[in-house]
């Protein structure tokens, strides 16, 4: 099921948040905060400390570029139309929201389509973590970039994006009990990050992003032992307005890079083979 | 969805400053109020809302998803966010999703007031 509603209807929070889960979640009590308002909530630990710029470590398995020194991108940060797509799939009486939540946490990239590998931390998915991701974009060339662990909980964890990936914005996953059965969902807020993505997005970008997240669904749902797996997608366009402030976001886009990094790629490795070599002779002298 | 604990109080400051006054829990489910108070706080005349976070007790994801929904209201009005009196977590939760590039921060109301009014 697809649905496009016009700019005018501006979602709901509910419908727009990070985590529908967490935003229906009853608030802790005032406890956590001292006489003068001091204090951290309940759920401080699931969110990530601040941080201006990516670190991460190398990652077997992933290129691992465009992620380090860059800036964490939101909506507010994205140049084209902002988007809210929500892709749900019921996943019946017999699992438990915290159940599928620690599936998708601990084997979330084994969901992910052929071809596309995510290189998260080992210990799981954790406020704080940074993910490296190759993706398939065609032509035998992978795009290189990342994601941001944002917040994480029993029932939900939020990815966000950096400087140059395809969108900027936030995706949370999430679980949640609907009457008698768990609904599983994952929820992006998004804009394309620069006119270049804008362009790939309007021209089959949204769609191949939908196909993505239906499969990784389906994935999720096959594992977790769900008899045919349906997942329901909506999009939303909440702001039909482009921000050209941000056009000059794609000195970062992260697929350019990617291109001119395989091209150079033979140069690179040669300069890089060199280098060691020179290193190996300088120790043995 | 329980009803909201929280309520959100509009004052006017001249014609074209307004405040709204948040007290309680920020998560989702008072999106109506938080709504209300704009409209109320958003007449014809209205360029700079500022929101008063001194009595905020606690915010979810899908608090902050809404004040991105409040942000596109507003910038299709042409008008300023601003935003006073939050704690150094959820100040940090704002410059973390990068929300305080939109929505200005201050420290107290009257460095709101003045600096909105800058």
Known sequence: MTETAGPDRVRSAEQIGLSAREAAAAPPPHGDRDAAGNGSPRNAASWAKK????????????????????????????????WQKTYRMKAGSQIEPEQAITTWKEHFPEFWPKGNRFAGALTGINPGDVAL???????????????????????????????????????????????????????????????????????????????????????????????????????????????????NNIWHNSMIRSVLQTIAAPVTGLARRFRHDKGTTKSAA | MSAPAITMDVRRIGTEVAIVDIKGEVTSACEPVLMSAYEAASDGSTKRLVLNFVGLEYMNS???????????RANRQHQQLAAYGLSAHYREIFELTRLDEAITIYDNEESALNGVAR
């Not at chain 1, 670190?55 to 139309?81: I, M, S």
Request: hydrophobic share 40%.
């Open chain 2, 62 to 72: 899908g608090g902050i998803g809404m004040l991105v929904t409040l942000l596109v």
């Open chain 1, 133 to 247: 991701l190759d993706l398939a974009i065609g032509g035998g060339v992978k795009l290189s970039t990342g994601v941001f662990v944002l917040y994480a909980d029993a029932e939900s964890f939020t990815l966000m994006t950096p400087q140059g990936h395809m969108f900027a914005g936030w995706i949370t996953f999430s679980a949640e009990r609907e009457g008698d059965e768990t609904v599983v969902q994952a929820l992006v807020l998004m804009r394309a990050n620069d006119p270049l993505y804008e362009v790939g997005m309007t021209f089959g970008g949204h769609r191949k992003e939908d196909k993505f997240w239906v499969a990784t669904l389906t994935a999720l749902g096959e594992r977790l032992g769900i008899q045919d797996p349906v997942v329901a997608t909506k999009t939303t366009c909440v702001d039909t307005k482009r921000q050209w402030r941000h056009a």
């Open chain 1, 51 to 82: 941080v201006d710029r990516l670190e991460v470590d190398p990652r077997e398995g992933v290129r691992g570029t465009n992620v380090a020194g860059r800036r964490l991108t939101g909506p507010v940060q994205g140049f084209g139309k902002m």
